[in-house]
């Protein structure tokens, strides 16, 4: 059995581009350039963070920890597995390493490190 998704059509005549079905094939250029960005920014973020994870599950790869996009389900399922350990377990190693990544990033935007004076 497959299952179809559709795209919602719009309902205001005047509503931004990006939420207009596109006329176009390709993938990519129908989908919002906010999207598309913070997608990228994500991906750039998480190639930051492949380090510190590394040492914090020193028993993963780095090709390993790249493959998972920082994507939270990946990244505990490869934790899970590769430390034999229950899955709720593995997420919630995951969602405190994010939490401490997130927490040190913003502490060093507020005490000024790395800005130009």
Known sequence: MTIRLRRPRPTARGQ????????????????????????????AAWANLIGPANLHWEKLTPEELQKTEGNEHRLATLVQARYKIPRGDAYRQVKSFHAGQKSQARASRLSGVGCLS
């Open 16 to 43: 931004p581009s990006s939420l207009r079905p596109s006329t176009e094939g390709d993938a990519a250029s129908s989908a919002p350039k906010s999207l598309i960005a913070t997608v990228t920014g994500t991906n």
